[in-house]
């Protein structure tokens, strides 16, 4: 069992910042591979990023690629998202999971491959 907890949202202007934390507790999290989802009003939650276990291997949606950075403290069971460049369409709840799985980028782009799920935090950018 893993509880996740999510941090560090909040209202942003357009082209500002914001670090998202998710706190990691129960079982050894350096053996998940992490991932950061989100979702819009009225829309299906989508992926954002993705991180295995030991951290160098990372992937990234288009729509955010070069703008957010995903990085984990194992030391901390934490992973962040750094959001850089914020656009208003990046408004929505973000959400941080952990999979037991076996890390690709195939497995760790679908959200029926984290079995535990952070509460989420609202990011909302102004135009």
């Known amino acids: 069992q893993v509880q996740l907890v999510e941090s560090g949202g909040g209202l942003v202007q357009a082209g500002g910042s914001l670090r998202l934390s998710c706190a990691a507790s129960?079982?050894?999290?350096?053996?998940?591979?992490m991932g950061w989802f989100r979702q819009a009003p009225g829309k299906e939650r989508e992926f954002v990023a993705t991180i295995n276990w030991s951290g160098p291997g990372t992937y990234y949606a288009n729509s955010v690629k070069g703008r957010f950075a995903i990085s984990r403290d194992n030391t901390k069971s934490t992973v962040y998202l750094q959001l850089n460049t914020l656009k208003p369409e990046d408004t929505a709840t973000y959400y941080c999971a952990a999979s037991s799985l076996v890390w690709s980028i195939e497995v760790h782009t679908t959200p029926q491959s984290y079995r535990y799920w952070g509460q989420g935090t609202q990011v909302t950018v102004s135009s």
């Open positions: 129960g079982q050894t999290f350096s053996t998940y591979a």
